[in-house]
């Protein structure tokens, strides 16, 4: 039973922008937490954007704010990633993921136990 799938990614200059969304269904809906991480070739996954979900408080990694907004569409159980100059240092595959309960480390993976299967973000440079 897929709960949380990503679409969105695809090849972008540098400069340019997307825009991901991340569609929850089953019990990944009315998660109090969604997040995006990342994981470029080689590196550790890492944090991008959190909201909660009832509150629509947003976080963000300090090297995507002011580049990335990150939100949520209640009526379509919707996660959107906003991402505006992007950069070649941007380029990984972008995850998005749910919490089971309410957590205060916004910024840890192990917070989360729902994840979608990814999808690549590639910005040429």
């Known amino acids: 039973q897929v709960q949380l799938v990503e679409s969105g990614g695809g090849l972008v200059p540098a400069g340019g922008s997307l825009r991901l969304s991340c569609a929850a269904s089953?019990?990944?809906?009315?998660?109090?937490?969604m997040v995006w991480f990342r994981q470029a070739p080689g590196k550790e996954r890492e944090f991008v954007a959190a909201?909660?979900?009832?509150?629509?408080?947003?976080y963000y990694a300090d090297s995507m704010k002011g580049r990335f907004t990150v939100s949520r569409d209640n009526a379509k159980n919707t996660m959107s990633l906003q991402m505006n100059s992007l950069k070649p240092e941007d380029t990984a595959i972008y995850y998005c993921?749910?919490?089971?309960?309410?957590?205060?480390?916004?910024?840890?993976?192990?917070?989360?136990?729902?994840w979608g299967q990814g999808t690549q973000v590639t910005v040429s440079s």
């Open positions: 089953g019990r990944a809906v009315g998660s109090p937490v």
């Open positions: 993921a749910a919490s089971p309960r309410v957590i205060t480390a916004v910024r840890s993976q192990s917070g989360y136990d729902q």
């Open positions: 909201i909660r979900w009832t509150s629509g408080i947003t």
